[in-house]
């Protein structure tokens, strides 16, 4: 359990560093992949909800304290995704892809709109398929388009840390 603690804290803060240096020269449309949100639904899917929703809180909050215009906001938006994503996958083949994917678009979508309604619908900008269009659906697409082999890292990482536990 403490191997697992370690290796997620360190897969959370080079997440952080990557996503704040090198994935910003990765840019198509204006947007970047949003490889926390990836990796949360992931770890959600692969280890269940109270999991997913924990380390959805620290990321979001790791993000928060660096970049979000408001403490909390990011790491509530995270937590609900982990817990949801990792809510009805009990009995859920986790070598398919195609469910955490789609449980990653979900996400994607969900953390976009309540990113928007907070900050920007709140402030009378209340041009919806502008944001939608040049933001929200390339920056879903280009999320689920990272997702595909990010996914496949994280299950082999956790197939690898479920075999040294015994």
């Known amino acids: ?10 897969i959370v ?14 840019t198509v449309l204006g947007v970047t992949p949003n490889t926390a ?22 990321a979001g909050l790791l993000q928060d304290i660096y970049y979000g215009p408001v403490i909390g906001l990011g790491a509530l938006l995270y937590m609900l995704i982990g817990y ?3 809510k009805p996958l009990r009995d859920f083949y986790k070598e398919n892809y ?10 994607a979508m969900f953390y976009q709109f309540a990113y928007y309604f907070a900050h920007y619908l709140f402030r009378g900008r209340t041009d919806v398929g502008y944001y939608f269009r040049a933001v929200m659906l390339p920056g879903t697409i280009y999320t689920v388009i990272a997702a595909i082999p990010l996914y496949g890292l994280v299950y082999l990482l956790n197939q690898r840390l479920e075999r040294t536990r015994g």
Do not use: P, T
């Open 37 to 58: 949100l990836i990796l949360v639904c992931s770890y959600a899917v692969l280890r269940g909800d109270a999991e997913g929703a924990i380390l959805g809180f620290f």
């Open 98 to 107: 195609f469910f955490a994917v789609l449980l990653v678009a979900a996400g």
């Open 1 to 10: 359990m403490v191997i697992r603690v370690i290796v997620m804290a360190v």
């Open 84 to 86: 949801v994503c990792g």
């Open 13 to 26: 803060l080079a997440n952080f560093v990557l996503q704040s240096a090198a994935f910003q020269y990765i």
